[in-house]
């Protein structure tokens, strides 16, 4: 079987501005998706848009997706991110006139269903959705093959690392975002010494490689699903207007009025907490992880056993205190977490998992 994933080869800053490392996807997905598949005789490639689009400009890359898809022929595609960069035309295409298998990546549905998701999930064979929330919403709009499930966890990448000293209290390494920013300053307003790094923070972005020894050197990791829901100018300006695409040609900043009503329903579910793959990443490399409660939670790890989580802001400061002041059972759950990562929540358990519920068992 030849399968076929889609997604960008770098990341790149709120301005596109290539940062020099690769997407987080190339590690999510496309490694996991490879090794589990190549173990049981599958092929997996990958086509990566941006360095199509650098190569042959926005229709050129579509070309070359299509050229991809007839020449090649894979049995499934995988696709996420971005879909407005190849466009609804071309994935319709392939879904009505070749025998690929089209499978819909919603990640990030808890706030992007809206304004992306279902615009798009007509164009595919298969929807994946790691938010219980949107099953109800796909199934509205007609969807009938749609999966939930959550990402899961690389555990050849994400591991603990021999001879690391936890020298770090607290940490938290993601996305900038006004509601994060609060929190942080919130915690270290009460005493908490927090270590950050990523993109839009001042101390900026760090490697892969950087982040597994950070979490490792952690006592405590942070995994903050704080809703991105606030109100300021930011989110007002976004509800009128976007920015260009990767390879839009054109003014940086669009006029987005037609999308007005989709982008306001976008804003207004940023509300939802969402489970994310750094909930399984921590737990992983052997770290006590706290996060908010989200979604199904509850299903993947035994809460206040295998991970903690808190309620508001003075819920958290006291949960850090007390764990950082009591090690043994910050170790003792930080230990259950591990083991049940590592028995359920490895990504070659998701992706055999996922390609048997389309019909295309590994």
């Keep these: 079987m030849k399968i076929l994933l889609v997604n960008y080869k770098h990341e790149y800053d709120r301005s596109w501005n290539n940062l020099g490392r690769r997407s987080t996807s190339y590690y999510l997905e496309y490694l996991p998706l490879k090794a589990v598949a190549e173990e049981h005789g599958h092929t997996v490639d990958i086509f990566y848009i941006d360095e199509a689009i650098l190569v042959r400009g926005l229709e050129g890359a579509r070309k070359m997706f299509w050229e991809y898809i007839t020449t090649e022929k894979p049995d499934v595609c995988l696709a996420g991110f971005n879909e407005y960069d190849l466009g609804k035309e071309i994935y319709r295409k392939v879904k009505d006139e070749t025998s690929t298998e089209?499978?819909?990546?919603?990640?990030?549905?808890?706030?992007?269903?809206?304004?992306?998701?279902?615009?798009?999930?007509?164009?595919?064979?298969?929807?994946?959705?790691?938010?219980?929330?949107?099953?109800?919403?796909?199934?509205?709009?007609?969807c009938k093959n749609i999966i939930h499930h959550q990402p899961g966890v690389d555990l050849e990448t994400y591991r603990k690392l021999e001879n690391v000293k936890k020298d770090i209290d607290v940490s938290f390494v993601g996305l900038w975002s006004k509601p994060r920013e609060q929190l942080i300053h919130y915690l270290r307003s009460k005493g908490v010494d927090v270590f950050v790094r990523g993109v839009g923070w001042p101390e900026g972005p760090i490697s892969q490689e950087e982040l597994i020894r950070i979490i490792n050197r952690s006592k405590i990791v942070l995994s903050l699903n704080t809703p991105a829901f606030y109100f300021g100018?930011?989110?007002?300006?976004?509800?009128?207007?976007?920015?260009?695409?990767?390879?839009?040609?054109?003014?940086?900043?669009?006029?987005?009025?037609?999308?007005?009503?989709?982008?306001?329903?976008?804003?207004?579910?940023?509300?939802?907490?969402?489970?994310?793959?750094?909930?399984?990443?921590?737990?992983?490399?052997?770290?006590?992880?706290?996060?908010?409660?989200?979604?199904?939670?509850?299903?993947?790890?035994?809460?206040?056993?295998?991970?903690?989580?808190?309620k508001n802001e003075k819920d958290l400061v006291e949960k850090i205190k007390y764990y950082l002041a009591h090690s043994d059972e910050r170790e003792a759950i930080a230990k259950a977490g591990y083991e049940r990562t590592q028995r359920e929540h490895s990504t070659k358990q998701r992706f055999e998992d996922i390609f048997k519920m389309i019909g295309k068992p590994l």
């Design 233 to 310: 100018w930011r989110p007002i300006v976004r509800l009128f207007f976007r920015r260009a695409y990767f390879g839009e040609k054109g003014l940086p900043i669009k006029l987005d009025i037609q999308n007005l009503f989709d982008n306001m329903r976008s804003w207004l579910m940023k509300r939802n907490a969402q489970v994310k793959s750094r909930h399984f990443e921590v737990p992983a490399c052997g770290t006590l992880e706290m996060t908010q409660d989200a979604d199904d939670m509850k299903d993947y790890y035994k809460l206040g056993e295998e991970i903690v989580v808190y």
């Design 102 to 142: 089209l499978v819909y990546i919603g990640d990030d549905d808890t706030w992007r269903w809206e304004r992306v998701s279902r615009h798009f999930a007509h164009c595919f064979n298969w929807i994946l959705t790691y938010d219980g929330r949107a099953i109800k919403k796909y199934k509205s709009i007609g």
